[in-house]
């Protein structure tokens, strides 16, 4: 069965520095989002990418985040200058039309900023 | 913007018995409203969802009710098993365009002692 996967499962970084979390899609998906959960909080969506731009954003996407498909299977967010604020659960998700469709998840990236 | 809450926050039941999740959501333009089943250190995968143009669906022990009136849906799990043990998101959507995002519950985490 196809899915999202994501890479690292884990990334420790430090506080001030840039990270970029990859995720790869599903390849016949065509919307792409990125959601953050802190811990023990609800999942909190970010960001939604469509035909090669930003679709929506939410009001935590601010300018110290941005995302990228920088080939036809990779998509990144970066996150520039890390806070201490930044540390959660970071999900990539694609779904093949717009959400009103299912929206596939991948496992997750925790980020600890230190 | 639209708020989704959840309740309860923790539930427990007896292996066997039924569990209720609700969720209420303030944005009457909301038509389509997902549930996610996250168990521990996985992402969130879609159980069940339903859109605004039905007012209940079922899937073998899951079901989903959906009251556009007072604007909330339930999650109904019968005949429970210690699998279903998980944290459970409900969410909201605009679907529909270009843009679509999910608004989620702050969860459920539902324990089923055998």
């Known amino acids: 069965e196809p899915e999202v996967t994501q890479t690292p499962s884990h990334q420790v970084t430090q506080m001030g520095q840039e990270v970029i979390l990859r995720c790869v899609p599903i390849s016949n998906h065509l919307y792409f989002y990125w959601y953050r959960q802190i811990l023990g909080q609800k999942v909190e969506f970010l960001v939604s990418?469509?035909?090669?731009?930003?679709?929506?954003k939410s009001e935590i996407f601010d300018d110290q985040f941005s995302v990228e498909r920088p080939d036809g299977s990779n998509f990144t967010l970066k996150i520039r200058s890390t806070k201490l604020e930044d540390s959660a659960m970071y999900f990539c998700?694609?779904?093949?039309?717009?959400?009103?469709?299912?929206?596939?998840f991948g496992q997750g990236t925790r980020l600890t900023v230190v | 913007g639209e708020n989704v809450e959840q309740h309860p926050s923790t539930l427990s039941v007896q292996e066997g018995d039924s569990a209720v999740i609700k969720c209420t959501y303030s944005?009457?333009?909301?038509?389509?409203f997902p549930w996610y089943k996250q168990e521990l250190g996985k992402g969130p995968q879609l159980i069940i969802d339903?859109?605004?143009?039905?007012g209940e669906k079922k899937d073998q022990r899951i079901a989903v009710t959906l009251n556009k009136t007072a604007k909330h849906f339930s999650l109904h799990i019968t005949e429970t098993q210690p699998e279903d043990s998980a944290v459970y998101f409900c969410?909201?959507?605009?679907?529909?365009?270009?843009?679509?995002?999910?608004?989620f519950g702050k969860g459920t985490k539902l324990s089923v002692k055998p």
């Open positions: 998700a694609s779904s093949k039309q717009v959400l009103g469709t299912e929206a596939f």
């Open positions: 944005d009457s333009a909301s038509n389509y």
């Open positions: 969410a909201a959507s605009t679907y529909g365009g270009s843009q679509g995002n999910l608004i």
């Open positions: 339903i859109r605004s143009n039905v």
């Open positions: 990418f469509y035909n090669n731009e930003i679709s929506e």
